[in-house]
């Protein structure tokens, strides 16, 4: 497959009978699914859904031509239109009648130009003059208006995402009013008109239905219109111009597509992009609305360079197929196929329902500039791996000039992660305030594939850059810095491994007086981890001790480490009177100071510690003996062995 192929049909079809061998192929948006209708005797029809549960196969009485098809949600009433004048309906919830029964549209001499389904008992009529909303009770096998606006239809869309239908009005179509049903209840949206290209005199276009289209995009409500010619002469292009359709509020023109071509289009939604099908040419465009132009926020031109759909090999089957027989090439941009929203792609004649896909990598050497490039793979569902494999690729093949566009990818992932943190701190406090008695009715955010953690960089990206040998090692650090400073400009707390990932490269490198200075000037914040880290450097490194120390000694919570430290190097004293310092004295264990002075062999050293601690005992309860839970049995022993009895301090008398 060429690397050139951003574009690909699911591998795994929807399957059914093609158009050859049934009289009519039919697709419920709503069901997202094909129904292929046989006549003759009886009617039969199957239904292939996206999965097993929503494919059935059934006959019907044969009452005449079938206009229209579609189950309500989840497969429980059946409406069939025959007439332009009534919708049939028959019931599939089990244990319920299975005869059919009728609904007459009730507008006087109404065509029904079609129905959807807006809920599972809730049915929506279409006729030539107006809307007709219908609730279905089953059980009675009938139906009870709810509600109906007259109003001249001359064709009309439905988008079940949002249970939105718009209608087309007035001569030239271009005046269009959406409703939208929820509950049993019909609202009207702000009605507008679509602007339609100016032609000579006489002449007068009207808006076909076949250029309106109607799709979410990043979760916004669109109608798309299909303009052939715009106002200029002087560019006959054609473009896409989106109407934002927002549930309150007047629609307005909001986005301009750019096709710098005419003929035959199609357009589909997939991952928030629109898809663009050039039928001569054979290839796509596709555009994201979210990424802006320099100098328009309106108008847009294709993200990529148009390309063709994948190639899809047609497996053969049947009884004469041999098994050597390769698949035969599905013929691509065929006139057969029908596109439907967001993203299908049905070939009736072939008998395929396909998804269409979006494929990450190969626009990663389509699109040159990296940080734009970032911008659109941050908005897309499966975007962590190739993100992950481009930031390789931009350290890979970088030189010290190219630090910006690092600096530019970084600050965008972490802009990205930092939402998400903000999100979740966000919700874990709403969480708090609701266990306290208040509403929390606040959804968990979702952690999407653009998410890009440091965990994710440090074992993905960073860890394996700093164990190249062909890169220069101040580039190198470098970009770690870079990783820091962007977190940091986020406000993102840097994670320890990263810090530590700083001071190896630098140690392995010998930069001793550069980790001297990022610790002196607090580049690197002190941390625990960081500093045992420094401890362990300390024989390649002498002065790393001390500079340990002093971080701990910064950090104020870390007094156990810092004795633990200064007893491991046999400064007992000196973990001795940081301890006083800090006021600790009272409540440390003797026999732990007592073993490090043992361990010495320093017997004044030994003596004085033992002596500090009868005194201490000695304020603290009267008396210089220590107490049987302290264990220090053994270091009085050795005490009177090396001093004496008489040495050891007596009870004061009062």
């Known amino acids: 497959m060429s690397e050139d192929h951003y574009l690909e049909l699911s591998e795994s079809p929807v399957t059914f009978e093609h158009a050859s061998s049934v009289n009519n192929v039919f697709f419920d948006e709503a069901n997202k699914q094909v129904f292929a209708v046989r006549s003759g005797g009886a009617t039969g029809v199957v239904v292939k859904g996206p999965d097993d549960k929503s494919s059935v196969a059934f006959r019907m009485e044969d009452k005449g031509e079938v206009k229209c098809i579609k ?9 069939v239109q025959r007439t332009s004048k009534s919708v049939d309906f028959i019931n599939f919830i089990p244990d319920y009648p299975h005869t059919e029964f009728s609904q007459e549209c009730k507008t006087k001499n109404a065509s029904v130009l079609g129905f959807c389904w807006t809920n599972w008992n809730e049915v929506v009529f279409v006729t030539d003059q107006g809307i007709e909303y219908y609730q279905v009770f089953p059980d009675k096998r009938s139906l009870k208006l709810l509600k ?17 239908i718009l209608l087309s009005s007035t001569v030239q179509g271009n005046v269009l009013q959406p409703l939208t049903f929820r509950n049993g209840t019909m609202s009207k949206m702000s009605k507008f008109e679509i602007e339609l290209p100016v032609v000579p005199k006489p002449a007068k276009l009207s808006l076909s239905e076949r250029d309106v289209t109607m799709a979410t995009i990043y979760g916004q409500l669109y109608v798309m219109y299909l303009k052939h010619h715009s106002r200029s002469a002087n560019s006959p292009s054609a473009e896409v111009v989106l109407y934002h359709l927002p549930r309150e509020g007047q629609c307005k023109k909001a986005h301009v597509l ?64 041999v098994p050597s027989q390769p698949p035969v090439l599905c013929q691509l941009y065929s006139s057969s196929w029908s596109v439907f929203q967001p993203d299908i792609i049905i070939s009736a004649s072939e008998g395929y329902l396909w998804y269409l896909e979006v494929r990450l990598p190969p ?28 930031c390789q690729q931009i350290l890979e093949s970088a030189e010290r000039g190219s630090l910006p566009v690092v600096a530019t990818v970084f600050d965008k992932l972490n802009q990205v992660y930092k939402e998400y943190l903000e ?107 960081l500093a045992c880290l420094l401890l362990s450097l300390e024989s390649t490194y002498p002065p790393a001790h001390q ?51 043992l361990q010495t062999g320093d017997q004044m050293l030994f003596y004085t510690v033992f002596r500090s601690f009868q005194q201490r005992n000695q304020r603290l309860r009267g008396s210089p003996v220590f107490n049987p839970g302290e264990h220090c049995e053994e270091h009085v022993a050795h005490f009177k062995k090396l001093f004496g009895e008489q040495a050891l301090m007596k009870p004061a008398t009062v």
């Not at 908005?379 to 190739?386: E, P």
């Not at 306290?436 to 953690?453: E, F, L, S, Y």
């Not at 810092?562 to 046999?570: D, F, H």
């Not at 007992?572 to 600790?584: E, K, M, N, T, W």
Request: hydrophobic share 40%; with cysteine.
């Open 423 to 529: 999100a979740e701190q966000s919700y874990s406090q709403a969480m708090e305030s609701g266990a306290r008695g208040g509403n929390a009715a606040q959804k968990r955010p979702i952690r999407t594939q653009a998410v890009i953690d440091q965990s994710d960089m440090y074992t993905h990206v960073l860890s394996a850059f700093t164990e190249k040998k062909d890169v220069c090692h101040k580039f190198t650090i470098a970009v770690l810095m870079e990783y820091i400073r962007s977190l940091n400009q986020c406000q993102i707390t840097v994670q320890h491994y990263l810090y530590e990932l700083v001071i190896k490269t630098l140690v392995q490198h010998e930069l001793f007086y550069m980790l001297h200075q990022f610790l002196q000037y607090h580049v690197l914040s002190d941390s625990k981890p």
């Open 71 to 79: 189950f309500s949600l989840g497969n429980k009433i059946l409406a």
């Open 258 to 321: 750019k096709l710098n071509t005419t003929g035959k289009f199609a357009l589909n939604v997939a991952d928030n992009l629109v898809v663009v099908h050039h039928q001569s040419s054979q290839t796509s465009l596709i555009f994201d609305i979210k990424l802006k132009e320099p100098d328009c926020a309106v108008t847009h031109q294709p993200v990529l360079p148009a390309r063709s759909i994948a190639p899809y090999r047609i497996p053969l089957s049947g009884p004469s197929v």
């Open 148 to 164: 109906s606006q007259s109003i001249n239809v001359n064709w009309f869309q439905y988008c079940p995402e949002t249970s939105v």
């Open 363 to 390: 626009t990663v050497h389509l699109l040159q500039d990296k940080g734009k490039l970032m911008d659109f793979l941050l908005r897309r569902r499966d975007c962590k791996r190739v993100i992950l494999s481009v």
């Open 547 to 597: 500079l340990s120390l002093d971080m701990l000694k910064r950090l104020s919570t870390a007094n156990d480490e810092i004795v633990e430290v200064l007893l491991s190097k046999q400064q007992v004293l000196g973990a001795l009177r940081f301890i006083r310092s800090v006021g600790g004295h009272d409540n440390i264990s003797a026999r732990k100071f007592l073993d490090a002075a």
